[in-house]
């Protein structure tokens, strides 16, 4: 079966592409265009990963973001106060003058811990973000 390609439009910092060409080389994709949909179809692996997150879990949510982008630290707060129920520690490291790394250990609901993962996700001046879950010690 043969699939369409469609032909989209992305603007990227030059710094992230130069990033992205480098790997894509590394690797021996044959164009750019091969390392993207690559990218996507894992992006898309972990969005589906994230929807089986269910019951009692233990994980951790890791973030880079720019503290110095407007408003940015407050939501972080705000979105943790939110969660505090399952937030059990976390840990905040300066990177740099602009950039801080967090850690924040989690132990609840999968589906409310999912919740605060997409939250910080989406907030603009987060850099990058991972969640990881493990099933509860009765499981494991």
């Known amino acids: 079966m043969e699939t369409e390609l469609m032909r989209i439009g992305v603007s990227l910092p030059d710094t992230l592409l130069d990033k992205f060409d480098e790997i894509i080389e590394k690797r021996g994709y044959s164009s750019r265009s091969e390392g993207i949909r690559d990218a996507i179809r894992s ?6 990963w994230m929807g089986d997150i269910k019951g009692y879990r233990v994980g951790t949510v890791s973030v880079i973001y720019d503290h110095t982008k407007r408003g940015l630290s ?3 707060a705000d979105i943790q106060h939110q969660y505090s129920h ?3 520690s976390s840990v905040h490291i300066h990177l740099d003058h602009d950039n801080c790394f967090e850690v924040i250990v989690l132990d609840g609901e999968g589906e409310e811990i999912k919740e605060l993962a997409e939250a910080i996700m989406a907030l603009k001046g ?4 991972k ?5 509860s010690n009765d499981k494991i």
Do not use: D, H, R
Not at 43 to 48: C, K, N, T
Not at 126 to 129: D, G, I, N, T
Not at 131 to 135: E, K, R
């Open 74 to 76: 407050n939501a972080l």
């Open 131 to 135: 969640l990881t879950t493990v099933a």
């Open 43 to 48: 992006y898309i692996s972990y969005y589906e």
């Open 126 to 129: 987060v850099k990058f973000s």
């Open 86 to 88: 399952l937030i059990k």
